[in-house]
């Protein structure tokens, strides 16, 4: 978990809001002298951070490796330096390609441990205090033997860098709140947690119930959202596919203290989505928000229905191969 949050951060009781960089994909142009980005401003990795706490009022960044593709130590530490200068830092490295922690093939499996440590490293050196995977396996015993195995490998890599390992949620071992907590506990250790996100809770048969199971494992939750539409009761809007404050309530209820990531994955001004859920969200937790003047834009410039989930980007190579 984290300490206490910087006195100037959007805080929800001992929460802290925060962004997942990936929300901000149409502004970035990661390579110098790409075309420009599909969304104005157009944005380089470096000015992220001055942009999520000036523009967006967010105090921590989330980043995912494909996004630092081709990125060396030396460009992890620009990026490091920007974000302690913004005062918004590093927090959270996502490997955004599972991990094939389950393979029965020695060769591929080593090659998921050598994997999330380079991730391990590369979050280390953005001064993150965690980094986050999805583990690729079938669900039967002798995989979770495997996949605990393996993971614990991993994780004396994290015990000498002081870096969390949270696993996400995906299909097969790890599909179900049960399974992912049993391999947690089979893996053993403090260093081993959860990251559990709204989207995965709202396609399962009971979302409240999937984050009170997940979140008490956590050190970061990801705050997806998806559309938004005016409120039906009073004014404002309220986010259109699930009931934000219903899932941050199940969050609270636990008695989580940590980060939320917000994660915008619709379609519509990244911005105007962002700073809309950043304001629902801080309800939700009890604080009393800015209003914000754009609200209304992002209803009219925001599609009546938002795609359920963004296409996933082909991932690449990234700064966590610099040994």
Known sequence: ???????????????????????????????????????EPALSLLDVPRFARDELGLHGLTVSTDLLAGADFARLDKFREAADKASCPCLVLIENEPQLFGELDEKRGSAAVERIVKVTRAAHRLGCNSAALAVAAPD?????????ERLRDALRACDRLEINLLLMTHPGLCQSPDRLTDLIKRVGGFRIGTMPDFLSASKSSDPVQYLRRLTPY?????????????????????????????????????????TVAIDFRGKGPPADAIRAARELLAVAAGMTPELDEDEDELLEDAPEAAEAEAEDEPAGKDAADEE
Request: with cysteine.
């Open 1 to 39: 978990m984290l300490g206490t949050p910087p006195p100037a951060a959007v805080q929800c009781g001992w929460m802290l809001l925060t962004l997942n960089v990936s929300s901000l994909r149409p502004h970035l142009r990661l390579v110098p002298g790409a075309p420009a980005p599909k969304a």
């Open 218 to 258: 956590a050190s970061a939750v990801a705050a997806t959202v998806l559309d938004f539409t005016p409120a039906k009761k009073g004014l404002g809007i309220e986010h259109a596919s699930y009931n934000l404050a219903e899932y941050m309530d199940a969050v609270e209820a636990v008695g989580y203290q940590g």
């Open 140 to 148: 039967d015993s002798d995989t979770m033997d495997i996949a605990a």
